[in-house]
């Protein structure tokens, strides 16, 4: 089955700098990748996606890209605020799996102002 | 509100006892999921629906969890026997076609 693996666990960064997370899958055949972010206490809340016909998606200060062939995709967050501060969690659906989503471990970031 | 509704948001309960959540997801949404979620992890999951046809259930789910989904609207997840093993949030999504799925607040389970 599809397992997922997300980089780094967790990720400081100084307000205003960038921040990439990085997440890798095994399953050829997934072709829908969601990310969430999760803010304590809170739901996770999808704030981007990318399907695999495209290589990039880009939405405000967050972009993802996919890479089919090293079966990785990264999410990229730019001029960071203290508000981005949450645990981002990367996830695929698999085509032969009756779409659920698989999640990826997250990674805790934390924007220092 | 018409985003995904859980209840209730808490539960607290003795082990042995049996508990039950509601999910109601988003109306037009034919794709109901059933997660579970502990501190410093991601998403498990747990079961799945489209409309009310249960696919696919996680072969980490024991015997004592059960879920239903009557009319393709509404879900319940029981769990039977509770243990401490049991404590964490349940978080339920849905979705429409294979899109993105859109997660309810939880109900976050507490067994003494």
């Known amino acids: 089955g599809e397992n997922v693996e997300q980089h780094p666990s967790t990720l400081s960064v100084q307000e205003g700098d960038s921040a990439v997370i990085k997440c890798t899958y095994s399953?050829?055949?997934?072709?829908?990748f969601p990310w969430y972010k999760q803010e304590l206490g809170k739901r996770p809340q999808l704030i981007i996606d990318?399907?695999?016909?495209?290589g990039e998606k880009k939405d405000q200060r967050i972009a993802v890209t996919l890479n089919k062939t090293a079966k990785h995709f990264s999410l990229h967050i730019t001029e960071t605020q203290p508000e981005d501060s949450a645990v981002y969690f990367c996830?695929?659906?698999?085509?032969?799996?009756?779409?659920?989503?698989?999640f990826g471990s997250g990674t805790r970031l934390l924007v220092r102002p | 509100d018409t985003g995904v509704s859980q209840n209730p948001r808490h539960k607290i309960t003795k082990r042995g006892q049996n508990v039950t959540f509601r999910c109601d997801p988003i109306?037009?949404?034919?794709?109901l999921y059933w997660y579970r979620q502990t501190l410093g992890q991601g998403p498990e999951f747990l079961t799945y629906?489209?409309?009310?046809?249960?696919?696919?259930k996680s072969r980490l789910l024991s015997d004592r969890f059960s879920a239903e989904r009557p009319k393709g609207s509404f879900s319940t997840l029981e769990i039977q026997r509770t243990e401490q093993g049991d404590s964490a949030m349940y978080l339920c999504?849905?979705?429409?076609?294979?899109?993105?799925?859109?997660f309810g607040q939880g109900t976050r389970l507490t067994v003494v």
């Open positions: 629906f489209q409309n009310e046809a249960q696919l696919e």
């Open positions: 399953d050829s055949a997934s072709n829908y």
């Open positions: 996830a695929a659906i698999p085509v032969d799996s009756s779409y659920k989503l698989i």
């Open positions: 990318i399907r695999s016909n495209v």
């Open positions: 999504a849905s979705s429409l076609g294979q899109s993105g799925a859109f």
């Open positions: 109306s037009e949404h034919n794709r």
